[in-house]
């Protein structure tokens, strides 16, 4: 993009000149409509989603026996929404903002086996990539005991198929670690930010980690190009996956039954508001689609970006999705959000969620800290900084006026995206950055 496409952009969306000043911006989606509408608009249906959901309950006496810290939930892999009611007063404060109605944690973070919401898309693909195999070898019927996956024969197929993926962290943590397990030759493409002890436990599990000087799109772009080139290696496309997007809309069921067993209403009169960190989309994507489908219009869904990659925000402010990249706008794509490192959206992704998304907002990578220290000494609760990306949320759409978003009955759920396999000193480490400056 030239500097006068540049300069016709601003004066035709004036947030963007906010993006470009790296300012914390609210942007209400003006397409934003019915969720009827939308979701036959996005081709894809509530039964390929339960399609998923059957197919993660036929492995789950297998995730169960190899995975023993999933045995206790019976081998679903699901994780608990928490009240935050100490750091609710403590944002209220600090933002000088009253908060009406409840905030909630979807703790994310704490999902097993690897321990951020990749757990839920990326372990999704590789398990259906391995039936699809399986029931190809004629290794296994779908009425079958999936527990036979960790049959010798299962590994021995699997040993000679290869799976690949390209990611700046955990959804190479999340398909390596799943795909060593079933047996598979799995490499990970890892981009330059990648962090150190992600790279070391992957090895560890004997995972293959080809290392790039570059960013998360390089990453992409050289682990498909390496991927097309053998007929037997399965690329997971973080940007175009239909069978991630899928594994992460599981989801919206989940929240729906945790909703109500814990006595809570959404409807009309009773708002929920999800706020969801988004790198290139998939997962924030995926899971608001699973949550329109279970919610429709009373579910209002807000991605969050970094300040420095505000890739969807721009995409879809746009409508250039994939064609447009923060660069374009002078940004530099440099953050210690894992995950949210990314400089171009998923167009698959930006146009499935035009009319859906209710909005995007931006954060600084400063106030991820400060609010990642905040929740551990209100709740105790440790997150990676890219998680805390939706925890200004509330704030954002209260100050904005966005409608509903100020009802006593409103319930705001932020979604923790990651944490639980951050190493100590590392977590101390954004614990201690988090406190430089606090009053
Ligand atoms: C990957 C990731 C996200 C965003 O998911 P995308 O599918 O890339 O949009 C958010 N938070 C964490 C911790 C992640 O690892």
Same mark, same amino acid.
């Given at each position: 993009m030239n500097e006068t496409n540049k300069a016709e952009w601003v004066e035709k969306l004036p947030l963007l000149q906010k993006i470009i000043e790296k300012k914390e911006v609210l942007w209400q989606n003006p397409l934003n409509a019915d969720s009827a509408?939308?979701?036959?608009?996005?081709?894809?249906?509530?039964?390929?989603?339960?399609?998923?959901?059957?197919?993660?309950?036929?492995?789950?006496?297998?995730?169960?026996?190899?995975?023993?810290?999933?045995?206790?939930?019976?081998?679903?892999?699901?994780?608990?929404i928490t009240a935050i009611p100490k750091m609710k007063e403590a944002l209220a404060a600090t933002y000088?903002?009253?908060?009406?109605?409840?905030?909630?944690?979807?703790?994310?973070?704490?999902?097993?086996?690897?321990?951020?919401?990749?757990?839920?898309?990326?372990?999704?693909?590789?398990?259906?990539?391995a039936e699809t195999l399986a029931l190809e070898h004629g290794l296994i019927k779908q009425d079958d005991d999936y527990v036979k996956f960790a049959d010798p024969e299962f590994r021995n197929l699997f040993a000679t198929h290869k799976i690949a993926v390209g990611s700046t962290g955990n959804l190479g943590l999340s398909i390596g670690i799943m795909s060593a397990k079933l047996g598979f030759n799995v490499t990970v493409h890892m981009s330059a930010d990648a962090k150190q002890w992600k790279?070391?436990?992957?090895?560890?599990?004997?995972?293959?980690?080809?290392?790039?000087?570059?960013?998360?799109?390089?990453?992409v772009e050289e682990g498909r190009r390496q991927a097309e080139a053998d007929p037997l290696c399965h690329f997971v496309d973080d940007e175009n996956s239909l069978d991630l997007f899928l594994g992460y809309a599981v989801a919206g069921e989940r929240v729906a039954a945790q909703i109500k067993e814990s006595g809570l209403h959404v409807d009309e009169n009773n708002p929920l508001f999800v706020y969801l960190p988004c790198g290139v989309g998939g997962g924030?994507?995926?899971?608001?689609? /699973?949550? !329109?489908?279970?919610?429709?219009?009373?579910?209002?869904?807000?991605? $969050?970006?970094? @300040?420095?990659?505000?890739?969807?925000?721009?995409?879809?402010?746009?409508?250039?999705?994939?064609?447009?990249?923060?660069?374009d706008f002078g940004l530099d794509n440099q953050t210690a959000a894992d995950g949210l490192a990314?400089?171009?959206?998923?167009?698959?992704? /930006?146009? !499935?969620?035009?009319?859906?998304?209710?909005?995007?907002?931006?954060? $600084?990578?400063? @106030?991820?800290?400060k609010l990642l220290t905040m929740l551990v000494d209100t709740e105790e609760i440790r997150l990676e900084p890219s998680a805390l990306a939706g925890m200004t949320g509330p704030i954002q759409v209260i100050r904005n006026e966005v409608p509903k978003s100020d009802s006593a009955s409103v319930t705001h759920l932020v979604w923790a995206t990651g944490g639980s396999m951050v190493p100590e000193t590392e977590m101390d480490m954004y614990y201690g950055r988090g406190r430089i400056g606090r009053k």
């Open positions: 509408t939308g979701i036959a608009r996005s081709g894809i249906t509530a039964a390929d989603v339960k399609d998923a959901s059957d197919r993660l309950k036929r492995f789950a006496s297998y995730i169960a026996k190899v995975f023993p810290e999933t045995a206790a939930a019976n081998g679903i892999i699901e994780s608990p000088e903002t009253v908060i009406p109605g409840k905030l909630l944690l979807k703790q994310d973070n704490a999902l097993p086996i690897s321990g951020s919401i990749k757990a839920r898309g990326g372990i999704y693909e590789v398990l259906k990539h790279k070391n436990l992957l090895r560890e599990k004997g995972v293959t980690v080809v290392e790039y000087a570059d960013d998360y799109s390089k990453a924030p994507g995926g899971v608001a689609f /699973g949550l !329109k489908l279970q919610f429709g219009d009373n579910v209002h869904c807000f991605f $969050a970006e970094p @300040t420095h990659s505000p890739c969807m925000t721009i995409g879809m402010m746009t409508g250039l999705h994939d064609e447009v990249s923060v660069a990314v400089g171009t959206p998923s167009a698959f992704v /930006g146009k !499935k969620m035009d009319t859906l998304l209710e909005g995007c907002y931006t954060i $600084a990578d400063e @106030t991820m800290f």
